[in-house]
């Protein structure tokens, strides 16, 4: 069962390139890396998921070394609607999310 | 519109009393899954399923059933409410396909006095 570690929170000025970085040491060989962002009042939403290497969508890259014990999200240049809640996830979905743990996630407060 | 439905969004309910909280999703996805959310917890899991009639306990199940006749609907029910289960409940689904992320509901606020 990976255990995931972030930071609790995080301020950014708009405009700033912002990595969050997630520890995840004892992550399996079938586990994905996946991260959700969340707004107040709504539920997570997927925003990027990876194995291995770099994953670039038009919202995040997501950069994972070749041991895999980590992973960085990456959101360019942020505005504040990107003010939000930030959670990796380490598991194998959809099966094996029962055994997946949320945490707390990454508060981000993007400042004017 | 495609997509996944919770209901009610806001409830109010007595202590003792039996409440139903409702999730339909629209894509057909295999997997559903019932996540509590309270402050210093994050999301914390209490039930999913990985079709129809096949259910199964997550982290904190307690004092809480679930049903899945149908593959599109996955409702909750609290049999006995009580104070500790105030909290934000979220419905979310996946395809069964290996790698498939969650979608999520927008989650039901459910007070219990």
Redesign the interface.
């Known amino acids: 069962l990976a255990k995931t570690t972030q930071p609790i929170s995080m301020d950014s000025y708009e405009g700033q390139e912002v990595n969050i970085t997630c520890s995840h040491n004892n992550i399996a060989t079938?586990d994905?890396i996946?991260w959700?962002q969340q707004f107040p009042?709504?539920?997570?939403?997927?925003i990027i998921?990876g194995?291995k290497t770099k994953v670039t969508n038009e919202v995040a890259s997501l950069f994972i070394p070749a041991d895999r014990k980590s992973s960085t999200l990456s959101l360019p240049r942020v505005s504040l609607s990107d003010t939000a809640v930030y959670?990796c996830l380490v598991g194998?979905?959809?099966?094996g999310?029962?055994k997946?743990?949320?945490?707390?996630?990454t508060k981000l407060q993007v400042i004017p | 519109d495609a997509g996944i439905t919770q209901s009610p969004r806001y409830k109010i309910t007595e202590t003792g009393r039996q409440v139903t909280l409702m999730c339909h999703q629209t894509w057909s996805h295999?997997?559903m899954?019932w996540?509590r959310q309270d402050l210093?917890?994050?999301?914390?899991?209490i039930y999913?399923s990985?079709a129809a009639d096949i259910t199964?306990k997550?982290?904190v199940p307690d004092g809480y059933v679930v049903s899945r006749s149908k593959t599109e609907n996955f409702p909750l029910t609290l049999e006995s409410a009580t104070r500790s289960q105030t909290s934000v409940y979220?419905c979310?689904s996946?395809?069964?396909t290996?790698?498939?992320?969650?979608?999520?509901?927008?989650?039901t606020r459910l007070t219990v006095t």
Do not use: I, K
């Open positions: 079938n994905y996946t959700y009042s709504q539920g997570p939403r997927f998921q194995y959670y194998d979905p959809p099966g999310y029962q997946v743990t949320f945490g707390t996630g | 295999s997997y899954f996540y210093g917890h994050g999301l914390r899991l999913y990985a199964d997550g982290e979220f979310a996946s395809e069964r290996g790698g498939s992320p969650l979608h999520f509901g927008n989650g």
